[in-house]
């Protein structure tokens, strides 16, 4: 496997400023995000090496079964017949903040729930909370050794579970307080990649920053280093922290740290240096093209799974080079309600939204 999510997959309902109706039974989920954001990366035959797990209820629809199915994944059904699908209510404010909401009871994933391939990917992405992740990085790590000792030394699926696979943190926005900072950092010695949201990490860290004024940048910036290069401890995982409509913010320890820009915008990535004499208006947004997004639900999610597999191809030191597939990943996301739409073009090669995905990074590529 080359990557799996424990984020789970849901049935939501969006609800959006009037006069716009709300989206119903809309396919959803961290987890089915995060595989898409991989899948869209990985066709077919590699697209087998994305995993993901589903309880899937009763109620589950057969026509998100056909969906799925049609990815060919490394999706794993988990029959509960006994209980409905988890469902959940995403509501976007006038301010542009998401209030999400559980509509039911949930099933969450976590290291019992993989499958023998599973235990074997390399990149695990995990959405929870801080002491949460401390024990699923355990969980995994325990669980991929008992299973090591299954098979001869020098057997492939052996080197594979005796390998550091990468772990990348996505908190879980309700617990991003203060209160839990202590923790957090706790659970950073724990984890290769540390990528909230910018209102996530705000709000953990105690800080607040306007990214329309240069001051702004100049904060985040020191608001990172004090994670990713403490001064009294060793080095911290690399920080990403996705910024929506403004791209991503990449914390590397001993690298340049750098914005760089979202798909649907024309800027270059840009040196965030506070020892440079003069600034640039960083948050200055050039031919901006918010038309082609429809609704960003998920948008960050993708962002990841993209990104754990831009790490294996450009390798694993390569924040940047992940960061350029997850934009990707995440700019098909956002251009419908629910998932993107898998089809043939005339010549027979799979596209995403009447587009190729290899076409669409190479152009973003060509634009840095």
């Known amino acids: 496997m080359d990557f799996v999510t424990l984020g789970m997959f849901i049935i939501d309902e969006i609800h959006y400023q009037p006069p716009r109706k709300p989206d119903m039974n809309v396919m959803g989920g961290a987890g089915l995000y995060a595989a898409i954001g991989a899948r869209l990366l990985r066709p077919p035959p590699s697209s087998s090496k994305v995993g993901w797990v589903i309880h899937q209820g009763h109620d589950f629809p057969a026509h998100f079964k056909a969906t799925i199915d049609s990815w060919n994944t490394g999706c794993e059904f988990i029959h509960t017949p006994d209980r409905c699908t988890t469902r959940a209510c995403n509501r976007y404010e006038e301010n542009g903040h998401r209030a999400f909401e559980y509509l039911n009871s949930k099933i969450r994933v976590d290291e019992k729930s993989l499958t023998g391939a599973q ?100 904060q985040l910036r020191q608001r990172c280093k004090d994670i990713v290069e403490p001064t009294n401890s060793l080095p911290g995982p690399s920080a990403v922290i996705r910024l929506g409509e403004k791209g991503c913010f990449i914390a590397q320890p001993g690298q340049e740290y750098i914005k760089v820009p979202p798909y649907y915008e024309q800027e270059c990535e840009t040196s965030i240096d506070p020892t440079e004499s003069h600034r640039t208006d960083l948050a200055t947004r050039l031919g901006n093209s918010s038309g082609n997004v429809v609704d960003p639900t998920g948008g960050g999610n993708a962002f990841l799974g993209g990104f754990a597999i831009g790490l294996q191809e450009c390798g694993r030191s390569d924040i940047k080079g992940g960061t350029v597939y997850g934009t990707i990943a995440a700019s098909f996301a956002i251009e419908q309600v629910g998932v993107p739409t898998l089809g043939r073009s005339a010549s027979g090669e799979e596209t995403w939204n009447g587009v190729k995905v290899q076409d669409r990074l190479t152009e973003y590529r060509l634009r840095r």
């Open 119 to 218: 235990l074997t990917s390399k990149a695990y992405h995990l959405i929870c909370s801080a002491q949460r992740c401390i024990d699923l990085v355990k969980g995994i790590t325990a669980r991929r050794a008992v299973e090591a000792n299954k098979y001869e030394s020098g057997t492939e699926t052996r080197c594979l579970l005796s390998a550091d696979p990468v772990f990348i943190w996505e908190p879980v926005p309700d617990l991003c307080l203060p209160s839990e900072f202590p923790k957090s950092l706790e659970a950073l010695r724990h984890v290769d990649v540390f990528s909230p949201n910018l209102e996530e990490f705000c709000s953990l860290t105690s800080i607040s920053v306007d990214l329309d004024r240069p001051r702004g940048w100049l």
